[in-house]
């Protein structure tokens, strides 16, 4: 009798259910904590969402973690945007004779989130921007892909221009692969390194780190897009319509800036693990590790 018991224990904790168990209980866990907070906090939870969150700053630069689907500025002054948000949390460092008060020396797309650097004087500008435009800054990415690629890593060498199809909507790039459609089209570059591959609601997706070496919009999408891998989210440049997903899982993971003024190199936390997607993504095998992935993104 008794080892029969212990053969049903073991093999209770043998089998997948424990694991599912503890993940369904850490997700509660998760959700009854943001629930606590927001009821003790009031509105100062609120007005988390009405403040960036600073990663560094100096006399030089101030490096924000951009929030995905938030426009950096915009004409229109009642939508919510970097420039609005920070014209309110930082009023000392608006600069009145620019039309939409900071210095914004590079951009990142509405629904892309991550790492911004914004200059905090005209001469800071001045380089920064000429280092973007030699193309001397280090940029990576974290993205969740469509898919299981059949490479580790890739490189992509696909030439970027204007579809002439989509001037007026938020579409507007296209490869040279559609080259009846794209107009001036400039050679582009994005370095690709798979970190893990897993399942995301149940559909295969694989996590790669991106470095573009050239820096054309929609670059990235477009680069993903064309290799057979969307990005989870990006509806803009998906074959099928798949508002599943709660954003574009592209982030901004780290960025290295060198410039006489002072030495930047910042990095974010990984927003795409199990658990801060909620254990909707789930990785089955992991192929390079984050520790190391910089080094070897460089290195081919």
């Known amino acids: 009798m008794i080892d029969e018991i212990v053969d049903r224990i073991v093999q209770f904790f043998s089998t997948g259910l424990v694991e599912k168990i503890i993940k369904a209980f850490l997700v509660l866990c998760d959700r009854f904590v943001s629930f606590i907070l927001s009821l003790c906090e009031g509105n100062n939870y609120k007005k988390k969402d009405e403040t960036v969150d600073v990663l560094y700053s100096s006399g030089n630069f101030l490096v924000i973690n951009k929030k995905h689907d938030l426009l950096i500025n915009s004409n229109d002054t009642k ?19 620019l039309t939409h008060d900071f210095y914004f020396a590079h951009r990142l797309d509405f629904a892309t989130s991550g790492i911004l650097c914004i200059p905090l004087n005209k001469n800071a500008c001045k380089e920064v921007c000429q280092v973007f435009e030699e193309q001397r800054a280090r940029k990576y990415y974290l993205a969740l892909l469509r898919g299981h ?6 490189v992509i060498d696909i030439a970027i221009g204007e579809d002439i199809r989509f001037k007026d909507t938020s ?6 692969l559609e080259d009846e459609l794209c107009q001036n089209p400039r050679r582009s570059i994005t370095k690709v390194l798979v ?16 470095r573009p070496i050239t820096g054309r919009r929609h670059q990235l999408r477009l680069h993903c897009s064309q290799i057979g891998h969307v990005i989870v989210g990006d509806y803009t440049y998906s ?3 798949d508002t599943s997903p709660p954003r574009m899982f592209l982030h901004a ?10 030495n930047i190199d910042i990095q974010t936390e990984d927003p795409f693990t199990e658990k801060a997607l909620k254990y909707k993504w789930k990785v089955v095998e992991q192929v390079n ?12």
């Open 79 to 97: 939508k919510k945007t970097v420039q609005t948000i920070m014209r309110k949390q930082f009023p000392e460092y608006v600069q009145d004779n």
């Open 289 to 300: 590790a984050v520790g190391n992935a910089f080094d070897l993104i460089d290195s081919f």
């Open 239 to 241: 074959l099928k319509i």
């Open 195 to 210: 970190l893990d591959r897993g399942y995301y609601n149940g559909k295969p997706v694989t996590k790669v780190l991106l």
């Open 253 to 262: 993971f780290r960025l290295v800036l060198p410039n006489s003024f002072e």
């Open 149 to 154: 690629t059949d490479f580790d890593e890739e």
């Open 171 to 176: 579409k507007k790039m296209c490869t040279i």
